[in-house]
């Protein structure tokens, strides 16, 4: 007997992209329809968050009909509800969940409350049809950067996480410092490029530390590195600042992920969350660890970003193992990784 197909509808509201999707199977993407808040936030260098919850109120029965309609699934078809309930901005986030909580009771469906961090990992699920556990994966987004290992669909190990500022926090800081367009991690990227990354010697934190991360301290030192110069009337390359400024992150997530597969032995590493989309993190970190005998998997770029089919992927595996959540599910906007 065949066993029956999986819908999953996936929504996803932690921040500034109002997002839905439906994923057949766990690994099949039937539609994925994301409305970026970007262009509204960019004036004020970052996300204000009353003016992102008021325009996801605005967007998401629009972005969830629009999903099921390229989907080409009817609501009572779906066999559950998956949403980001944490973690992210409290205002954003009650949005999604109030929606899906909504839905999975009107039509008597089981809601699944999901790990946005998780939900970054599995996107890995969707670009690489053959990964499965065991793996260990390298969670690098504006506001977590974390080794973690997932030993099975449903198991996960915390390894280390960053004492202070993430690494895309750092990213965009720096590029508002510089007078960069928010988002800074893109930009920042693109003026290294014409850079000289061994221009400036910045300081690499925590490298004798296992798996714990500090990027504060780069922060400052690249300010400090801005006034300086500034100060004494010199003329900043502001590329070599950015190639110096991104390498010296890119040195310590790749060293300690090598560090980390050394230690446990595995022999595959994905990358998840927005800063996985910058391509010299990418070659480096596939470089290293193909040094060692592993291989990196990353997302397309779309699913780097906050997106709802890695929340619906993420439902899935959930759903399998019967892991539902109550319908008075609440958002936990500090909902821990792990």
């Given at each position: 007997?065949?066993s029956?197909?999986?819908?999953?509808?996936?929504i996803?509201?932690?921040c500034?992209?109002?997002?839905?999707a439906?994923?057949?199977?766990?690994?099949e993407v039937?539609s994925?329809?994301?409305s970026s808040q970007?262009?509204i936030?960019?004036k004020f260098?970052g996300v204000?968050p009353?003016i992102a919850s008021r325009k996801?109120i605005e967007?998401?029965?629009?972005?969830?009909?629009?999903a099921l309609?390229?989907?080409?699934?009817k609501?009572?078809e779906?066999?559950?509800?998956?949403?980001?309930?944490?973690p992210?901005l409290?205002?954003?986030l009650?949005?999604?969940?109030?929606?899906?909580?909504?839905l999975a009771?009107?039509?008597d469906?089981?809601?699944?409350?999901?790990n946005h961090?998780?939900?970054h990992?599995?996107?890995?699920f969707?670009?690489?049809?053959d990964l499965?556990?065991?793996?260990m994966?390298?969670?690098?987004?504006?506001?977590h950067?974390a080794l973690?290992?997932?030993?099975d669909?449903?198991?996960?190990?915390l390894l280390?996480?960053?004492?202070d500022?993430?690494?895309?926090?750092?990213?965009d800081?720096?590029?508002r410092?510089?007078g960069?367009?928010?988002?800074?991690?893109?930009?920042?990227?693109k003026?290294?490029?014409?850079?000289?990354p061994?221009?400036?010697d910045f300081?690499r934190?925590?490298?004798?530390e296992d798996?714990?991360f500090?990027f504060?301290?780069?922060k400052?030192a690249?300010?400090?590195?801005?006034?300086?110069?500034?100060q004494?009337?010199?003329?900043?390359?502001?590329?070599?600042?950015?190639?110096?400024?991104?390498?010296?992150?890119?040195?310590?997530l790749?060293?300690?992920?090598?560090h980390a597969l050394?230690e446990?032995?595995?022999?595959?590493?994905?990358?998840?969350?927005g800063?996985s989309?910058?391509?010299?993190?990418?070659?480096?970190l596939?470089d290293?660890?193909g040094g060692i005998g592993?291989?990196?998997?990353h997302p397309?770029p779309i699913l780097?970003?906050?997106n709802?089919?890695m929340?619906?992927?993420?439902?899935y595996?959930?759903y399998q193992?019967?892991?539902?959540?109550?319908?008075?599910l609440?958002?936990?906007p500090s909902?821990?990784?792990?």
């Amino acid at each position: 007997m065949m066993s029956k197909d999986v819908y999953i509808l996936g929504i996803e509201s932690s921040c500034d992209e109002t997002a839905a999707a439906v994923v057949k199977n766990g690994r099949e993407v039937l539609s994925n329809i994301i409305s970026s808040q970007i262009v509204i936030h960019r004036k004020f260098g970052g996300v204000v968050p009353e003016i992102a919850s008021r325009k996801h109120i605005e967007n998401i029965l629009p972005v969830i009909d629009e999903a099921l309609r390229q989907a080409n699934v009817k609501l009572e078809e779906i066999d559950a509800v998956a949403v980001t309930y944490g973690p992210g901005l409290v205002g954003a986030l009650l949005v999604g969940v109030s929606a899906a909580k909504a839905l999975a009771w009107a039509n008597d469906k089981p809601l699944i409350g999901v790990n946005h961090l998780e939900g970054h990992v599995f996107a890995n699920f969707l670009n690489d049809k053959d990964l499965e556990p065991p793996f260990m994966a390298l969670v690098v987004s504006g506001g977590h950067t974390a080794l973690l290992k997932v030993t099975d669909y449903n198991s996960f190990e915390l390894l280390g996480q960053t004492r202070d500022d993430a690494a895309g926090e750092a990213f965009d800081k720096i590029a508002r410092v510089m007078g960069l367009q928010y988002p800074g991690g893109p930009e920042i990227e693109k003026l290294a490029a014409a850079g000289d990354p061994q221009a400036i010697d910045f300081p690499r934190a925590l490298l004798k530390e296992d798996y714990q991360f500090s990027f504060s301290g780069l922060k400052s030192a690249v300010i400090n590195y801005l006034h300086n110069e500034q100060q004494a009337g010199r003329e900043v390359n502001k590329a070599d600042v950015a190639a110096s400024f991104q390498e010296a992150i890119v040195d310590v997530l790749v060293q300690k992920s090598v560090h980390a597969l050394q230690e446990t032995g595995l022999k595959k590493i994905v990358l998840a969350g927005g800063v996985s989309a910058n391509k010299h993190l990418q070659t480096a970190l596939a470089d290293a660890v193909g040094g060692i005998g592993a291989s990196l998997v990353h997302p397309t770029p779309i699913l780097c970003t906050d997106n709802a089919v890695m929340i619906a992927c993420r439902g899935y595996f959930m759903y399998q193992n019967g892991e539902y959540s109550p319908l008075d599910l609440n958002a936990v906007p500090s909902l821990k990784l792990g």
